[in-house]
């Protein structure tokens, strides 16, 4: 499986970023597909998730509102759409594939990771 994360950058606060992650090597039906980021000093921490069959989404509350999580079946590429974005924001954002059904939430329950991509949000 590979995970090819994109789209990091650096933004003023209160701006937007989209993030991709381009998928393969496995059929990810009935996976959970997941991103997480990891600040500075910081452990990694789970920001949203969707299930690759229906698109049912969840989000920590640190993000409710403000980001979107989407898939694109066709391209097999989840995105992360991020909105008012704040300095504390700011870290390496990675997808992550959690194979099932679920809601995982902590970073040991996903199987598969990609490379990260840093996101910047200065004040």
């Known amino acids: 499986v590979q995970l090819q994360a994109s789209g990091g950058g650096l933004v003023q606060a209160g701006g937007s970023l989209r993030l991709s992650c381009a998928a393969s090597g496995r059929t990810f039906r009935g996976d959970v597909m997941g991103w997480f980021r990891q600040g500075p000093g910081k452990e990694r921490e789970f920001v949203a998730g969707i299930m690759w069959t229906g698109g049912s989404t969840y989000y920590a509350d640190s993000v409710k509102g403000r980001f979107t999580i989407s898939r694109d079946n066709a391209k097999n590429t989840v995105y992360l759409q991020m909105n008012s974005l704040k300095p504390e924001d700011t870290a390496v954002y990675y997808c992550?594939?959690?194979?099932?059904?679920?809601?995982?939430?902590?970073?040991?329950?996903?199987?598969?990771w990609g490379q990260g991509t840093q996101v910047t949000v200065s004040s």
């Open positions: 992550a594939v959690h194979r099932g059904w679920g809601s995982p939430t902590l970073f040991t329950e996903y199987d598969y």
